[in-house]
């Protein structure tokens, strides 16, 4: 039996089956960008596939936009953010993505838990905090897509990531090992017991953090933990991984 078998996870048959990660269509290779493109990660098929379940998803696709069509951007409205047509403002989309959010937070993970989402960085439907809103205008800032905004409301706990944040093997193995961690604490369902859990997570991982207003306090702490470990660490726990 592996190490994180015996001494990570609080139930040993977390580590039998891959976490299930959603991710944005295009990141996986899929022809779905406006353009017919795609920005596929070539290393995503090296490092996550082998220990995770990747699920591609494309909202703009998924609400009816065909391939190609026109490009979005997000603008400021009197009643919040909005997702129009870069050459017809008129064309407003952020109602249809803001429903698909819910419907597939709803779907999703029904008989196998969500354990983290990678979106497309900038994107008018996928960008977390990266999207340019107000694009090419003196009153340009940084937002969230409509769709990863939703989703971040309805699942505060999920850990988000786009993709330029897992360009590195230890950035990947972090995801990996929250992921794990994320469904060891969902394999339990409504007998979670937060006391135990935490303090079964601090004692391997380090102190917990302060907790955050919108993420639950154990992802905070393993991040914190594996930053503090340094390459060597984080090394090690890579290599205990691949021995699974």
Partial sequence: MSYWRRHLFLHPETAEQQPLVASSACLLGEPVRHDGGHK???HFEQLLLPHLQLQAICPEVSIGLGVPRPTLKVIDADFGPR??????PNEDVTDALLDYADSTMRKIGRFWPLTAYIFKARSPSCGVDTT??????????????????????????????EEEDLQTESA????ILLCFICRDILWQGGNWDGGRGLAHYSRLLGELSVPSPDRMPLWEAVRARLSALGKDGRGELV????VL
């Fill in 83 to 88: 997702v129009v047509q870069v050459l017809d």
């Fill in 132 to 161: 340019p809103v107000n694009p090419d205008t003196p009153l340009q800032h940084h937002g969230s897509g409509a769709f990863a905004g939703r989703v971040r409301r309805s699942a505060p706990w999920l850990p988000l990531y």
């Fill in 172 to 175: 990947c193995a972090e995801l």
């Fill in 40 to 42: 596929q990660q070539d």
């Fill in 239 to 242: 290599e205990q991984y691949r």
